[in-house]
């Protein structure tokens, strides 16, 4: 049975050691903090919200909330966004998608400041995943799984990746990341030909198509890495949440793997306040 990678122990590590780098800050004069900006009330917003507001409390983080209605106008939006760009004490922001109206996220994105955009949503945060310069951050999701890799001490360099998923959320930006690593990454959809075939061939494999169980046995091999980015609700109608891989498939055979939930997601919230800790650092 394979080696089950929690998410808790590796976000609790990286909390503990943003404490000690937030104490660092505000004795000189740096409150790190994050915007929160929400359109409407949509249940997984407000439990992501929820959850990244005890992590930011855990680690010293102020948040501040900028709440708009499902049906707010686009100058609203806008006008949120310009003040959290141009107000000096706040490190970064963090704005829920997809918006109830696409046009407008899209002017939102392009308006937020690269800088404070701590969870990969602008151009500017995606041209640095790409290019390896600039001042954005990757998608919290994305960066997640490379802190996995490193709190169970996994060494990317010289492994090959094959990525299930193409998107610019988590698909895309990973490949990059584990690339600028030195992995050597099959980037694969749910059109790839014989997709179990090249999974096979991954030391590291990472599911985030947004399927549920397209990653199934003839995907596994012995002694590989399984990491499960999906969040789908289980076709039984239990209402359980499932992730991309079919767990009980899947864990006989490789070395090891993520629960869902429990485990990719665990860690978001912990990356999302490293990355504000680290705005607020470049500040000085």
Not at 44 to 49: A, G, K, N
Not at 200 to 226: K, N, S, W
Not at 254 to 265: E, K, N, R, Y
Not at 270 to 283: D, I, N, W
Request: aromatic fraction near 2%.
């Amino acid at each position: 049975m394979a080696e089950l990678w929690k998410g808790a122990p590796a976000a609790a590590a990286l909390s503990e050691a943003l404490i000690t780098r937030t104490e660092t800050l505000k004795a000189r004069g740096v409150v790190p903090t994050l915007a929160i900006l929400r359109v409407g009330e949509r249940p997984d917003d407000l439990s992501y919200e929820t959850g990244a507001k005890k992590r930011c409390e855990k680690i010293g983080i102020a948040v501040r909330q900028f709440l708009l209605p499902a049906d707010c106008t686009r100058e609203a939006l806008l006008g949120a966004v310009r003040t959290i760009n141009e107000d000096p004490s706040i490190h970064g922001c963090l704005m829920f998608r997809p918006l109830p109206d696409r046009a407008m996220e899209e002017a939102a994105c392009a308006l937020l400041a690269p800088e404070k955009d701590v969870d990969g949503m602008t151009a500017g945060s995606l041209a640095s995943v790409f290019t390896g310069r600039g001042p954005g951050y990757p998608p919290c999701t994305a960066q997640a799984c490379l802190e996995l890799l490193d709190h169970y001490g996994v060494e990317p360099a010289g492994k090959r990746a094959a990525v299930v998923g193409r998107s610019l959320v988590i698909g895309r930006p990973v490949s990059m990341m584990l690339q600028a690593r030195n992995a050597t990454v099959t980037m694969c959809h749910t059109k790839t030909a014989d997709l179990p075939a090249v999974c096979r061939e991954a030391d590291i494999l990472i599911a985030a198509a947004g399927r549920a169980g397209v990653v199934g046995a003839p995907c596994a091999a012995p002694g590989q890495i399984v990491i499960d980015v999906g969040i789908n609700v289980d076709g039984d109608g239990d209402g359980r949440l499932c992730g991309d891989v079919d767990f009980d498939a899947v864990a006989p055979v490789v070395g090891a793997i993520t629960p869902v939930p429990g485990g990719v997601g665990a860690v978001t919230t912990a990356v999302l306040a490293k990355h504000v800790v680290e705005a607020a650092g470049r500040t000085l």
